[in-house]
């Protein structure tokens, strides 16, 4: 079972109109690819992806399944949204909620073990390590649990365990914690546990469903030592875009692709006389200016004379000549016109330069620029450093969020 | 009743190619980098609407059938019709290698005879070109004759290459001449008909009693412009018959131009070919890339230029590669040179190996018909020393069990090919 509803309202205007799991993520992919690729690679095949905000962008992507071998004559992936059933009839207003409304397709599945998923992480996990330690713990959960510094324990649900691996106590982002592992939001259900613990008033699986598990002793942790992200913020999304130029190691772990629709687009043209370095491209781009550190999704132009760099640009999108964008993320379909300036205002000279960049994390903690989808920039018009465009924008009318 | 059925011809041996297709037939080898000649042809059947396809494949057919498999990238699996392979088969009557281009359909006539479509559009797989086959249907119905064949013009010091129609006022075909030394027209057969269905399997029929190795060229056309059955259709845009090494390297470089003759960027209808799973190109921060076409899967850390790379090829620290075109999967070690040479699939360069550079003017001893213009042809699973010296105009295949060539050096026109390897 994925959850896929979130509104990923921290993520503003790139998630106006798509849901988060449907997030452009390294150049050709979706987040939720990598989720569906682990389930993949992981030998599981029926798999259900609980959505319900904006979830066109999702059904598109997923359709019947085929990109990631998942159109099955048995199982398969399918999109589950809140349905009328006759006595309920609610949006799914927490995690497990999600999952009683959908308590028939765990009962009526032939599985023993319900695995429950975030669609909006990216990591490479082989599911079938955990599960073998599951049912080797002879344990009724099991969360998949990461080593984080106690800078970062803020950010997350922290959990206690004993030396076995059984988890003891838990912290809900704590503003400081002692617990040193991170629940991963990946957890391992036996089915029939996971069936009696599902009622109508019980909304979140923390809270409602392991929390008063706890002192049965039979909640356990899966310590997972690889790198993982959760896409909440702009800033998680931007970094995690960005380390990919320094480790490619997850879009590219070998006999572990990562599946996604593809497309049909020619490959990669880089003309004469443009500067492409510390990049990651998709197919169908045409490059003709500059690219420095970033990252084109499929059918991206950037023209004579334009300049890109640190910035993330959604598929089709086209830099108009002579036109500069720096750290932005820019929305597929957008036209930058010539000459325009998007992300450069208020830049101290030279933070530009890739290697600045990856020696101090911390330039990326400036302000970032976020075009919505299909947004125009006129011609020599300047978007400064920090300022968001609503999707759509048209000359004349601008609204800064 | 569906229009129009296509028979694509795709079971020649195109030996031109030379090492090209010693593992694989001509419509399988890779073009601008991602996609298979058969590609262009199969998309403008999808974009004409035609989508009961029956492939003709003999040579090296594995290379092709694999690649379409059930016809998913092109919407050709279909409930009614789709792509379907017919290959030489055991049989009552025919039991043989297809001898010709209309020997081939003449051994499904079976075939031919149940399908239910009023025309028949015999294409042929190893073609370059983006073409609206219902324009030609329309030309052919209106013709009124019961056979069409379509032309382009081509430059007239290029017409000995080709079959030369002559057509009189109303687009009838009254002369047609096979590599002419000199002649008026320039109408340039491009081996694509349009018959109606009875019409020829009835031609077929006839002139298979008399002829062995029956050939659309050599054969059906004399018999059909003696009787005035065939019309020319004036096909305006680009085309190429990928013929040759040297067509086929001099049109891969000419996508490089700054506005190419076959253009692969228009946003509506793209070229369709098989998906991959590759992550996008990465570049890193020393590569130098200029004036290229690189796909998915390929990670630049040296200098490319004037390129071609397919999917999934590695250029280490320090290699330069120029004016080369590289397949699928290839890696080219830290400081090799690579200039002027096609490295087929799963090659591997060794470091500081140098491959391509020398003096154009020495053809290959081996090949030299098809090898004397400046290029060096790598074969498949290759491994190529580090340090290795290779020249210009030279062949060069390892064997194909473990890549093995002997190091050192192999002077301009030289070969090299493992014991398995004849060609």
Known sequence: ?401 | MSRTVVFILAGGVGKRLSLLTRFRAKPAVPFAGRYRIIDFTLTNCIRSDIDQIYLLTQYRSPSIVRHIGIGKPWDLDRIDGGIRSLHPHLGFQAADWYQGTADAIYQNISVLREVECRNILILSGDHIYRMDYRLFEDFHERSGAPASLSVVEVPRSLCGEFGIATIDSKGVIRKFEEKPMATKSNLASMGIYIFRKDFLISTLERLKKSIAGLDFGRHVMPYLVKRKKISAYRYNGFWLDIGTLKSYYSASLALLAKRPRLNLYGETTPVITVPDDNPPLVVSKDADIDRSLICNGCMIQGTVSSSILSPGVIVERGARVENSIIFHGTHVGRGATVKNVILDEGVLVGRNATIGEGDPSVANRLQPEYLDFGLTVIGGKTSIPSGMRIGTNCLVCGSQDNGYVPGGKIEDGGYILADDIQL
């Open chain 1, 1 to 401: 079972m994925i959850l896929a509803g979130g509104t990923g309202k921290e993520l503003s205007v790139l998630t106006r109109h798509r849901a988060k799991t449907a997030l452009p993520f390294g150049g050709r992919y979706r987040i939720i690819d990598f989720v569906l690729s682990n389930c993949a690679h992981s030998g599981i095949t029926d798999i259900s992806i609980l959505a319900q905000y904006s979830p066109k962008s999702l059904i598109y992507h997923i359709g019947m399944g085929k990109p990631w071998d998942l159109d099955r004559k048995t199982g398969g992936v399918f999109i589950l949204q809140p349905a009328y059933q006759g006595m309920v009839a609610n949006w799914y207003q927490g995690t497990a909620a999600a999952l009683y409304q959908n308590i028939d397709v765990i009962r009526d599945s032939g599985a023993e073990h319900v695995l429950v998923l975030s669609g909006d992480q990216v990591y490479v996990m082989d599911y079938r390590e955990m599960l073998k330690q599951h049912v080797s713990s002879g344990s009724g959960v099991t969360i998949a649990v990461k080593e984080v510094s106690p800078s970062q324990r803020f950010r997350f649900g922290m959990i206690r365990c004993t030396r076995d691996g059984v988890v003891t106590d838990f912290e809900e982002k704590p503003a400081s914690s002692s617990f040193r592992y991170a629940s991963l939001g990946i957890y391992l259900f036996e089915k029939n546990l996971l069936l009696d613990a599902l009622r109508p008033d019980r909304f979140d699986i923390v809270f409602d469903l392991i929390m008063p598990f706890l002192e049965t002793g039979r909640v356990s942790c899966y310590e997972f030592d690889g790198y993982w992200e959760d896409i909440g913020s702009l800033r998680s999304y931007f970094n995690a875009s960005m380390r990919l130029l320094n480790n490619r190691l997850l879009l590219s772990t070998p006999g572990w692709p990562i599946y996604t629709r593809g497309s049909d687009l020619p490959p990669a043209r880089i003309a004469g006389g443009s500067h492409v370095v510390d990049s990651i491209l998709a197919d169908g781009c045409v490059v003709e200016g500059e690219v420095i550190g970033s990252i084109l999704s499929p059918g991206v132009r950037i023209e004579e004379g334009a300049r890109v760099e640190e910035s993330i640009v959604f598929s089709f999108s086209r830099i108009g000549p002579g036109a500069h964008v720096s750290r932005a993320i820019v929305d597929k379909h957008c036209s930058i016109g010539p000459g325009s300036l998007v992300g450069t205002g208020g830049h101290e000279p030279g933070s530009a330069d890739g290697r600045q960049r990856t020696e101090g994390l911390s330039h990326i903690s400036t302000k970032l620029t976020v075009l919505g989808k299909g947004a125009r920039i006129r011609r020599g018009e300047m978007v400064p450093s920090g300022v968001t465009i609503e999707p759509r924008y048209r000359p004349g009318r601008m609204e800064t969020v």
